[in-house]
């Protein structure tokens, strides 16, 4: 090895030896007769001095130096007269008795230290070199522990590792395929997996029992914070197994990721049903950090002559605890707020627990003050508080409280990174209703299993079937999901029926899963997780770019190899693609 130690090794133990580090300049700062270097690498930060004891020649070479020089240097340990508590080798320093240039840098874009000066595109194009800067690199750490740790954990349970192809066909988990031509096949292409999901079945069919792989999924969508074309999952498969055994068994892979990652406890782990979900939050993935659950006031509200709640599917509110100082201003505020197209809410109504104890509403003049204090009690409003209301149809209203919900959490400080609520939404409905394309799909995908009580209602009230589907969701982030499947052909050609596939259509589609359920399939179930989110959570980010080392951008971009890009004719004539771009 070029180095006997790393740049993170050194302390007052080692005071008196001889070293040799290697490791690239972070800065320099010359003092007259002494130059101090800051020298690092990926274990740490180690000081250099050049001073009288350093021999010219070598002084002449440290004065070369510029940040991001890659040097390897020999010298003595020795006690800092300047001590550094932040850093672990803060209370030595190496006196320089040789240095070599190792390779020349030219000056970065951006300024490779924690706080950096660099733009987000910029960094993107130099990847490697943010790569280097330590919150980045330790987000790569910990994703590598995680991944050690689920590792051990799924061993330890039998699970074994199995790698699934990347050039399949279609696998329905419901966004656009990424697709690759096919140029021994011409015409045809290869689909790259949303995920393993048809081949971890199969794999159960074949008698493996417990499977997992950490696998990248691709899919075609529109790109958020927390999406990227091409993703991670754990992926994961049991046979022989109820919906207890798997949510079992991945709680207790979320608590031993906290406990040993992050070493936390996790303490409750409630488990909630899709329709209450909905109903007390509005979403399938409720942040349960904190309380604000919606209270339904029908039944207060109705028959009072206030046309706006009287026409309303939904009267809903939530108590902003000690909101209640909320100015006019801060009111109208939110009101517009909740106004904008993203949200699409009509009007907001409050209710104020004055601290006098006294109640004010947006609507005193339909309500009168015995009415008010009803709503008091149904909301459990205490002087200070705040009760906000939405009215309208149902869905949509309960969508728009969401977003109030989790605005309001955010402005009381109730979302705390460093506080992890973990919870399990369980049956969620089979199929889900599209308006555009005027059909059912399916909810998570279509080789869920209808609860069994609900098969007949696949004929009489398909959006009313629930499915045994599970998520996990954390802190209102939904960071894994799954479902037992079906592992009969009639059912899962019924359930291709009801998603509108012809026979044929799904023969051809599916043909080789539903035929292998004729040779002894074994019922079974399964869930994946969205890596990426995890470590992002985990890291307490809220982009799942930076624990990815080489992410895309908004457009699906990879500004630093230019990727996607265009190929030459050669290369599309062997592949008898012609492009009308
Ligand atoms: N394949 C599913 C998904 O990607 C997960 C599962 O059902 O196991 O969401």
């Given at each position: 090895?070029?180095r006997?130690?790393t740049c993170?090794?050194l302390?007052?133990s080692?005071?008196?030896?001889?070293?040799?580090?290697?490791g690239?300049?972070q800065k320099?700062r010359?003092?007259?007769g002494?130059?101090?270097?800051?020298?690092?690498?990926?274990y740490?930060?180690?000081?250099?001095v050049?001073n009288a004891e350093?021999s010219?020649?070598?002084?002449?070479?440290?004065r070369e130096?510029g940040r991001e020089f890659v040097i390897k240097?020999?010298?003595k340990?020795?006690?800092?007269s300047?001590?550094?508590?932040?850093?672990?080798t803060?209370?030595?320093e190496?006196?320089?008795?040789?240095i070599?240039?190792?390779?020349a840098a030219?000056i970065?874009p951006?300024?490779?230290?924690?706080d950096?000066?660099?733009?987000e595109?910029?960094?993107?194009?130099?990847?490697?070199?943010?790569?280097?800067?330590?919150?980045i690199r330790?987000?790569?750490?910990?994703?590598?522990k995680m991944?050690?740790?689920?590792?051990?954990y799924?061993?330890?349970?039998?699970?074994?590792e199995?790698?699934t192809p990347v050039?399949i066909?279609s696998?329905?988990?419901?966004?656009?395929d990424?697709?690759?031509p096919?140029?021994?096949?011409?015409g045809?292409?290869?689909a790259?997996?949303?995920?393993?999901?048809?081949?971890?079945?199969?794999?159960?069919?074949?008698?493996f029992?417990?499977?997992?792989q950490?696998v990248?999924?691709?899919?075609d969508?529109?790109?958020?914070?927390d999406?990227?074309?091409?993703?991670?999952?754990?992926?994961?498969?049991?046979?022989?197994i109820?919906?207890?055994d798997?949510?079992?068994?991945?709680e207790?892979?979320a608590?031993?990721?906290?406990?040993?990652?992050?070493?936390?406890d996790l303490?409750?782990?409630?488990r909630?049903q899709?329709a209450?979900a909905?109903r007390?939050?509005?979403?399938?993935?409720?942040d349960?950090?904190?309380?604000?659950?919606f209270?339904?006031?029908?039944?207060l509200?109705?028959?009072?002559?206030f046309?706006?709640?009287?026409?309303?599917e939904?009267?809903v509110?939530?108590?902003?605890?000690?909101?209640?100082?909320y100015?006019r201003?801060?009111l109208?505020?939110l009101?517009?707020w909740?106004?904008?197209?993203q949200?699409?809410?009509?009007?907001?109504?409050?209710?104020r627990h004055n601290?006098?104890?006294?109640l004010?509403?947006s609507v005193?003049?339909?309500?009168s003050?015995?009415?008010?204090?009803?709503w008091?009690?149904?909301?459990?409003t205490?002087?200070?508080?705040?009760?906000l209301?939405l009215?309208?149809?149902?869905?949509?209203?309960?969508k728009q409280?969401n977003e109030?919900?989790?605005?309001?959490?955010?402005?009381?400080?109730?979302?705390?990174?460093?506080?992890?609520?973990?919870?399990?939404?369980?049956?969620?409905?089979?199929?889900?209703w599209?308006e555009?394309t005027?059909?059912y799909?399916?909810?998570?995908?279509?080789?869920?299993?209808?609860?069994p009580?609900d098969?007949?209602?696949?004929e009489?009230n398909?959006g009313a079937?629930?499915a045994d589907?599970?998520?996990?969701?954390?802190?209102?982030?939904e960071?894994?999901?799954g479902?037992?499947?079906i592992?009969?052909?009639?059912?899962?050609?019924?359930?291709?029926k009801?998603l509108?596939f012809?026979?044929?259509?799904?023969?051809?589609?599916?043909?080789?899963?539903?035929d292998?359920?004729?040779f002894?399939a074994?019922?079974?179930g399964g869930l994946?997780?969205?890596?990426?989110r995890?470590c992002?959570?985990?890291?307490g980010?809220?982009?799942?770019?930076d624990?990815?080392?080489?992410p895309k951008n908004?457009?699906?971009?990879?500004?630093?190899?230019d990727?996607?890009?265009?190929?030459?004719?050669?290369?599309?004539?062997e592949l008898k693609?012609?492009?009308t771009v």
């Amino acid at each position: 090895m070029l180095r006997t130690h790393t740049c993170g090794d050194l302390n007052i133990s080692h005071l008196g030896q001889t070293v040799t580090l290697c490791g690239w300049v972070q800065k320099s700062r010359d003092l007259g007769g002494t130059t101090f270097i800051d020298m690092r690498d990926r274990y740490g930060l180690t000081q250099l001095v050049f001073n009288a004891e350093t021999s010219d020649a070598m002084r002449e070479v440290s004065r070369e130096l510029g940040r991001e020089f890659v040097i390897k240097v020999t010298g003595k340990v020795v006690e800092r007269s300047n001590k550094n508590a932040k850093i672990a080798t803060g209370e030595i320093e190496i006196v320089v008795a040789e240095i070599e240039i190792l390779n020349a840098a030219k000056i970065p874009p951006f300024l490779i230290e924690d706080d950096t000066d660099g733009g987000e595109e910029l960094r993107a194009k130099y990847r490697y070199l943010d790569l280097r800067r330590a919150p980045i690199r330790n987000n790569m750490i910990l994703r590598h522990k995680m991944a050690q740790e689920v590792r051990k954990y799924l061993d330890g349970l039998n699970f074994i590792e199995v790698e699934t192809p990347v050039l399949i066909k279609s696998t329905p988990e419901g966004a656009r395929d990424f697709v690759v031509p096919s140029r021994m096949n011409p015409g045809e292409f290869y689909a790259l997996p949303q995920s393993p999901q048809t081949f971890k079945q199969l794999l159960m069919v074949s008698g493996f029992d417990r499977y997992f792989q950490i696998v990248k999924c691709f899919r075609d969508e529109d790109l958020r914070a927390d999406r990227q074309p091409e993703f991670t999952q754990i992926d994961c498969e049991m046979s022989f197994i109820t919906q207890e055994d798997i949510l079992n068994t991945f709680e207790g892979l979320a608590r031993t990721l906290f406990k040993n990652v992050k070493g936390i406890d996790l303490i409750d782990f409630p488990r909630m049903q899709y329709a209450d979900a909905m109903r007390l939050y509005g979403s399938d993935k409720p942040d349960v950090r904190f309380g604000m659950q919606f209270v339904e006031m029908n039944d207060l509200v109705k028959g009072k002559g206030f046309g706006v709640f009287d026409n309303a599917e939904l009267v809903v509110g939530i108590n902003a605890k000690g909101a209640a100082e909320y100015t006019r201003k801060q009111l109208d505020e939110l009101t517009e707020w909740l106004k904008r197209p993203q949200i699409g809410a009509t009007g907001l109504i409050y209710l104020r627990h004055n601290a006098d104890g006294s109640l004010k509403s947006s609507v005193d003049k339909f309500y009168s003050e015995d009415e008010l204090k009803k709503w008091s009690a149904a909301f459990d409003t205490q002087p200070g508080d705040l009760v906000l209301v939405l009215a309208g149809q149902t869905d949509k209203v309960r969508k728009q409280m969401n977003e109030l919900r989790l605005e309001m959490g955010t402005r009381l400080g109730l979302r705390d990174k460093n506080t992890f609520a973990p919870l399990w939404v369980l049956d969620f409905p089979l199929l889900e209703w599209d308006e555009e394309t005027e059909r059912y799909h399916a909810m998570h995908h279509p080789f869920t299993s209808p609860k069994p009580q609900d098969i007949a209602m696949l004929e009489t009230n398909p959006g009313a079937v629930r499915a045994d589907a599970y998520d996990m969701v954390i802190n209102g982030i939904e960071v894994g999901g799954g479902s037992i499947r079906i592992h009969d052909r009639e059912l899962q050609a019924l359930m291709f029926k009801h998603l509108g596939f012809s026979p044929e259509e799904a023969q051809k589609q599916f043909g080789f899963l539903m035929d292998a359920f004729e040779f002894g399939a074994p019922p079974h179930g399964g869930l994946a997780f969205g890596f990426d989110r995890l470590c992002s959570i985990f890291a307490g980010l809220d982009s799942i770019r930076d624990v990815i080392a080489f992410p895309k951008n908004n457009s699906g971009r990879d500004v630093m190899i230019d990727s996607p890009s265009t190929i030459d004719d050669k290369q599309l004539n062997e592949l008898k693609i012609k492009t009308t771009v």
